[in-house]
């Protein structure tokens, strides 16, 4: 079957291959083409609206500097509405007619593995630049985001240090959340911890009345949330107004849709998120990084750890592509191999990981306290993405374009 | 006691035409919009433009008028289980999304030789129609009517998506298929051809372009026939008033279910064809956005007229990428205004109103004498 | 003559509203027979029940000696049963000559369908009428259609809800003498009706029903000097 | 001691799943059970009261003012739809769910544009109170008392005054109520005001306790219409009994299998009710009584 469906893939990419190899030889000379498919409308667009201005920085910097090795980058920017139909419409719009060389997409990992398949078969080359449940093992992908070890391989161990050993996991319903909860399991378990209860929470819900009574029904620590969307944040308001109480610890809140920002304090009051950046962090690099994003958009809402994601992916796209000295996807991946393609950005110094095209990163520690000001208490630096290269991934010998998790790991073989 | 065959004929010639003579003629009717050379003159020259337009086009374009294409089935079954039968489902979707999971869990499993993937469509569009007369069945037999048709289609649906998005877990396979809860299933082959000297991969462009062209073509036929057919006849009387025609002495029940049935099959179609297409699937295609397209695209369209709903969809949805390209953030804006206006001024549809409009084309009910 | 209809101990209750009470009832094959009544007498509850469109309580239908009382209202058409409703239920938005292939095509096909079609057209004086849409006839027109529709199949027993409801008085004369050329050919008309004029036309026997039950029954003319039935039909008016 | 609590807590998730759902369908109910009108803008009309409550509450206007500023609001926009678009498709009541599609799908991408993709909210008021070992919100409590107001409201509205007698007539014979010299369309119009304005505070009620987005109505839809559905026609005979049942099926269901199976229970329920009862809770019980 496997070996069935790549011969399909080769076939395709053949056919493919006349016009893409002659369109990439003829533009050499041209433009950079960079398209951008993100949420500017529908569910997501509070999260992925800023990471369209950082493509946007990030390109107007690059031109202003003179461009990727002398060519000026431009950026083919659609809508996707938080629609997968639209992100299998526009990343084949992309690809096929306006030949771009890379494409910066996607939000949510439906969307993603919504396109993935059509940058498969056309051979692109893709950066998702999101946090998110982590094991994407495909050539064509570059990512970016932080992904689960990085986030609770730090938060966790910190947290049951700090308040104790007793979890409880509430998280969305979804895979995402799933896996998410499957990586804290395992991390309560090696670190002799007890997970007290785990309740999933179908995506949409915004009555939280039964699940606050669960939670206090145990005697749990800190409460490990996992919630997405904007129907299921209204869990946090509703647990501070039963005088639930407990620490909570997350990955995907603040950094992401900065509900510190957004809900009346005290309602997030001690919850920890591991980040790999928010606006918040007092770095020399971050400050500037700020500056200049407010300066080119003054009404940005909140410039969010995938804000800083695109920025870096951006960069480092430069980096590759100048030192290849071509866009070819071939060259540009056999410079990702040496293993040195790092960037010193907002968020610290990042490097991309050969075997598995995932980013390491500095991970920040943020702690929201009543008054939803957010405090550092520590800081983790370099933490690589470990999981799927140790698990088998290994994309500079073969490409499964397969997505991964703990409970179905790699083939071994 | 007289004979109370009062008006039956005594000895009336036999019908000696063949069966296939019969349902040609029925491509030509009271339920269906258009007749006469001129019209089959026209229909003929865009098809044949249809076909003959990907070598003036480049392989993006055609890809995504395939694309369109593959939606067509969805809102030509809608358009006679609503338009022709009266009755508004609004979980389309669920026959859609069902027929796209089956396709893909038979493909993943078995694969793509031997030409296994076209029975794979086949199997899936079987499965949303066996679906759909399940559900027909319960709710025309249980005298469900009305806007409560909608509900429970809806509610459906909804449980299909919601009951997918959580099958995350490595426990939800099917075989060799995961069915990978919300983020979608994906890893299925495309259509595929044999072919001598290899396979034919109907990847999105020509090829696959033309083989739904030619789907599309028969499968619009082939609804002109049926519902210029006794069935098509009966399902109007019912829509119009079904007290009456249960009076005649039909099983008004039976034929709602049929075509509640059809609609399911149809909806399949679009959706194994949908699932073939972009290699992937998610619970999100059966949720409340995505059912609620259908209803747009036939509405706009034309409900009355199949003709008009099969035009109407491929102008709806051309209308709403182009403005999704071009309008940014207004787009959803104008999709919402589109609809107001339609529904304010062209309450039988946009296309629906235009055909008429054109007249030439002649209307239903409107001939004189056979 | 044989027996073609009879209901036995027929009883329908909605509610507290009693709407059918021990209706014994039989028909004559052949026979043209009329429901009179002052609203609310129960005349169309008991058409429909009879049609199967709502079920009895309790009590028996028998039609051309099958027990029907179970049976769904399109199983009765196909037994042999036809109706034509008060308000005209004719397909609108179809035409004329539609309307009649819907109303025959269950049972007939290809030429047969044409040329029963082309006959009823012919009887019901529609001939010219075969395009127009069924909506745009005149209100006589959309009655005759109807019972056009509701013949054409050869029923047995033809059940008519006020066939002559606002006619002119032409038109009722019309729709009188085409009753009676059904009823020579063979079918059995049960017929409910207010227009005393037009039921002396056309019944040869009349039953008289009141708060649902049969209060009455004999000849027109018995009816029509029967003390009781005037005073009912008195206090109806007085209402 | 411990049995109370366990009691206080049954009661307080049911109570709660009740409030909620007889809130959020009062507007839906008012419009559908009356008018015969599929609102698909209904959670839009929510949507409107939550922001003109967070709105003028963060101006400083007390949040009972507020909310009530809110309904009203959300009302006003509701007479305006019912005289630009819905009054011209009463009679075809499968397009008034089309066009009220579309006006939601205006309004939800509208509101984003101009206001953009969040809004600060209000914190829930209140705080806390401990039964037992676990603590509770009164503002949910506080909710609770609301959807009982709000029923015995609407009773009073429609039974006890001279509009609600009026309405009840023209909505049940519009020819008649217009030959005794009522003015229908007025009627009209108000009722969909008034349903417009329930929507108006099941959102400026819940709008302490929820995110504020330009989405937040649709969390609200599928729990309305299927109390709605379920309840039937009358809202009074029906949507009240229907709020419990499906509140005790809800609360029951998430508490011994979790939210999932509460949110299919749901569901699941509408079917079933609607194949065994055609004509909801209302037409069984009306029919029972007789």
Known sequence: MKTNRKALLTSAALAAAAGLGAATALAQDGPIRIGVLEDQSGDFAAATMVKVHAIELAAKEINDAGGIAGRPVELVVYDTQSDNRRYQEFMRRVLQQDKVDVVFAGFSSASREAYRPIVNQFDGLAFYNNQYEGGVCDANMIVTGAVPEQQFSTLIPWMMETYGPKVYTLAADYNFGQISAEWVRQIVAENGGEMVGEEFIPLGVSQFSQTIQNIQATDADFVVTLLVGAAQASYYEQAASADVGLPMASSVNVGQGYEHKRFTPPSLKDMYVTTNYIEEIDTPASKAFVEKFRAMFPDEPYINQEAANSYIAMNLYKQMVERAGSTDHDAIRAELGKGDVCFDGPSGNVCLDPKSQHMSHTIFLAKVEADHSIAFPTVWENIAPYWLGDAGCDLTKNDPSAQYTPSSPPPAN | MNDARTFAPEAAPRDRRSGLAVWLRRLEGPQTMGRGSLFWLAAGLALLAAAAYPQFSDDYTVGNAAYFLVWTFMAMGLGVVWGYGGALSFGQTAFFGLAGYAYGVLTINVGAAYGFTWLALILSVALGGAFALLIGYFMFFGRIRGVFIGIVTLSVTLVLETFMAQTAGPQWRIGEARLNGFNGMSGMPPLTLPWPGGDLVLYPGAQLYYALLAMVALCYLGLRMLLNAPFGNVLVAIRENPERAEMLGYDVRVYQMLAFGLGGALAGLSGALYTAWGQYITPSSMGLTSAALPIVWVAVGGRRDITATLLGTLLVLTAFQQLTIYGSQYALVAMGALLLFTVLLAPDGVVYTAMERLGRLGRPGRRAGR | ?239 | MELAATLFSTAYQFGDAFAFLVISCAGLAVIFGMMGVINLAHGEFIMCGAYVTAATARAGLPLPLAILCGALVAGLVGMALERAVIRHLYHRPLDSIIATWGVSLIATQGVLIVLGSTMQGVGTPLGGVAVGDRSYSLYRLVLMGAAVALLAGLYWLFYRTRFGVVARATIERPQMARALGVDTRRVYGLTFGLGAALAGLAGGLYAPTMTMVPTMGATFMVESFVTVVVGGADIFVGAAPAAAILAAIRAGLTAWYGQLFGQIGLLVAVIVVIRILPGGLSAFIKRARR
Not at chain 3, 3 to 31: M, Y
Not at chain 3, 153 to 176: F, I, K
Not at chain 3, 190 to 199: G, I, K, Q, R, W
Request: glycine share 10%; net charge negative.
């Open chain 3, 1 to 239: 003559m044989t027996e073609i209809l009879r209901v036995a101990g027929l009883n329908k209750a909605f509610g507290g509203v009693t709407v059918a009470r021990d209706i014994d009832f039989a028909l004559e094959a052949g026979a043209m027979h009329c429901l009179i009544g002052p609203n609310g007498a129960g005349k169309s509850s008991f058409f429909r029940l009879l049609l199967g469109e709502h079920a009895p309580d309790s009590g028996t239908i028998t039609f051309r000696g099958e027990d029907i009382t179970r049976l769904r209202p399109f199983q009765r058409i196909r037994r042999g049963m036809s109706v034509k409703f008060q308000v005209p239920g004719i397909f609108k938005a179809l035409s004329v000559r539609q309307n009649l292939e819907v109303a025959f095509q269950n049972h007939l096909h290809g030429a047969d369908l044409a040329a029963t079609v082309e006959r009823v057209l012919d009887f019901a004086s529609l001939g010219d009428e075969a395009g127009t849409p069924a909506g745009v006839l005149s209100h006589g027109q959309q009655q005759w259609l109807e019972i056009g529709m509701a013949v054409g199949v050869e029923p047995q027993l033809l059940l008519l809800d006020e066939p002559t409801a606002g006619m002119s008085p032409d038109e009722t004369r019309r729709t009188g003498e085409m009753l009676h050329a059904l009823n020579a050919r063979g079918i059995t008309i049960l017929a409910v009706e207010h227009d005393m004029a037009f039921v002396e036309q056309i019944a040869k026997r009349v039953t008289v029903l009141h708060f649902g039950a049969i209060f009455a029954e004999g000849s027109i003319a018995e009816m029509i000097a029967h003390e009781g039935v005037q005073r009912i039909y008195l206090g109806a008016a007085d209402e």
